[in-house]
């Protein structure tokens, strides 16, 4: 599986974006995806996932900012990004899990990064003040 990331920019606070992850290869109609993002100097945060039942889970600091959503039809995950701060300043990375329909993972660890097998190079954005 290949992900290939597209949307990131430089804003200014208070603006939006919409984020792309487009998957490529061996996917399966059981999935989990998640958006996860770096920061200089600060450890890898998990922004926001889905999985294929459409449960979303999100970070209490993107929480009523950020939507996530797949679309299946294409295989293309999406993250709309509103009311951008500059905390929001990232390298923004898409990440995938395929297959275990019967061994779920557990909603409280859908935004745990050792979930995922599949990333994506990732995509800068920049949100100034």
């Known amino acids: 599986v290949q992900l290939q990331e597209s949307g990131g920019d430089s804003v200014q606070s208070g603006g939006s974006l919409k984020l792309s992850c487009t998957a490529t290869g061996n996917t399966d109609s059981t999935y989990l995806l998640a958006w996860f993002r770096r920061a200089p100097g600060k450890p890898r945060e998990g922004v926001a996932a889905?999985?294929?039942?459409?449960?979303?889970t999100y970070a209490d600091s993107v929480k009523g900012r950020f939507t996530i959503s797949q679309d299946d039809t294409n295989n293309t995950l999406h993250l709309q990004m509103n009311s951008l701060e500059p905390e929001d300043t990232a390298l923004y990375h898409c990440a995938a899990r395929y297959g275990g329909r019967w061994s779920p993972v557990p909603q409280d660890l859908h935004l745990a990064d050792w979930v995922y097998k599949y990333w994506g190079q990732g995509t800068q954005v920049t949100v100034s003040s």
């Open positions: 889905i999985n294929n039942d459409g449960t979303t």
